[in-house]
Nanobody, 117 residues
């Protein structure tokens, strides 16, 4: 299993970024996919996940600002992040899991997102 994230970077508050996660070695169509984040000194937290059939779920702190999507042809999951805040600064990692998102198996190395005020 390999999950490779990209798209992170430095952005000003209010700006946008789009993260990508390319999956290989899994049956992508049968897996839910998720985005997690971990800020320095804090626990890893679930940001959003999308089930194998495309149902999206979001943490309250990103609702209305972030959108998760997936491209089955490219085995890729995306996270569009708008209206970014300094508190969104973290390493963002994707994960694969059971079809309904109740269990998570593997995490990628992550991509750094830094939001300046």
């Amino acid at each position: 299993v390999q999950l490779v994230e990209s798209g992170g970077g430095l952005v000003q508050a209010g700006g946008s970024l789009r993260l990508s996660c390319k999956a290989s070695g899994i049956a992508f169509i049968f897996n839910a996919m998720a985005w997690y984040r971990q800020a320095p000194g804090k626990e890893r937290e679930l940001v959003a996940f999308i089930t194998n059939v495309g149902t999206a779920n979001y943490a309250d702190f990103v609702k209305g600002r972030f959108t998760i999507s997936r491209d089955y042809a490219k085995n890729t999951v995306y996270l569009q992040m708008n209206s970014l805040k300094p508190e969104d600064t973290a390493v963002y990692s994707c994960a694969n899991g059971g079809p309904d998102g109740s269990t998570w198996y593997t995490w990628g190395q992550g991509t750094q997102v830094t939001v300046s005020s």
